[in-house]
T-cell receptor, first 113, second 110 residues
Framework: DGGITQSPKYLFRKEGQNVTLSCEQN?????MYWYRQDPGQGLRLIYY???????QKGDIAEGYSVSREKKESFPLTVTSAQKNPTAFYLC????????????FGDGTRLSIL | SQKIEQNSEALNIQEGKTATLTCNYT??????LQWYRQDPGRGPVFLLL?????KEKRKERLKVTFDTTLKQSLFHITASQPADSATYLC?????????FGKGTRLHILP
């Protein structure tokens, strides 16, 4: 079955460490997205990519970095510069057309030790 | 600024009744509105999309309306069941990205 896989489901980070969240899709979608979800805040866009080797900042990109070297993969690195990284992180993909839905993974919950 | 807003943080509805959720937008006119369902600890799942020139869209027990005069979309679940309990998000496409409302938590009471 086609879909999006995020790993791991739960992740713990020590203060001052960088950590990378994985997102893989086999839907052959051009566009991929990273969101952060906090209680009562809804989904906030961190980064998105419309095509391989290109990506744009979303609304809350500070303290995060991404790469898009392959169409099916869009890893997110939470750097030590992100001062409040504890959150639920969601990856999504779509065809990139405005009238098409986004397909989401089941998220990674990041916590600080 | 352009905003998409969902009223009510939580909505309690008796089983069998119709649940109606609201999504309002201000200072712009979206071409499409999308509705998603999110269960705890899971990613959102797409339910329905409605275009600005469509008044209503249906899928089984779900119905979405789009009122460009009121700048509002309503999401209805008829004959609601406890299994419909979830958070429902509305979203619109803006500048090649989708912007989500904060969502409404729906509780169907048995």
């Amino acid at each position: 079955d086609g879909g999006i896989t995020q790993s791991p489901k739960y992740l713990f980070r020590k203060e001052g460490q960088n950590v990378t969240l994985s997102c893989e899709q086999n839907l052959n979608h051009d566009a991929m997205y990273w969101y952060r979800q906090d209680p009562g805040q809804g989904l906030r866009l961190i980064y998105y990519s419309q095509i391989v080797n290109d990506f744009q900042k979303g609304d809350i990109a500070e303290g995060y970095s991404v790469s898009r070297e392959k169409k099916e993969s869009f890893p997110l690195t939470v750097t030590s510069a992100q001062k409040n990284p504890t959150a639920f992180y969601l990856c999504a993909s779509s065809t990139g057309d405005g009238n098409q839905p986004q397909h989401f993974g089941d998220g990674t919950r990041l916590s600080i030790l | 600024s352009q905003k998409i807003e969902q009223n009510s943080e939580a909505l309690n509805i008796q089983e069998g009744k119709t649940a109606t959720l609201t999504c309002n937008y201000t200072n712009y006119s979206p071409a499409y509105l999308q509705w998603y369902r999110q269960d705890p600890g899971r990613g959102p799942v797409f339910l329905l999309l409605i275009r600005e020139n469509e008044k209503e869209k249906r899928k089984e027990r779900l119905k979405v309306t789009f009122d460009t005069t009121l700048k509002q979309s309503l999401f209805h679940i008829t004959a609601s069941q406890p299994a419909d309990s979830a958070t429902y998000l509305c979203a619109d496409n803006r500048d090649d990205k989708i912007i989500f409302g904060k969502g409404t938590r729906l509780h169907i009471l048995p």
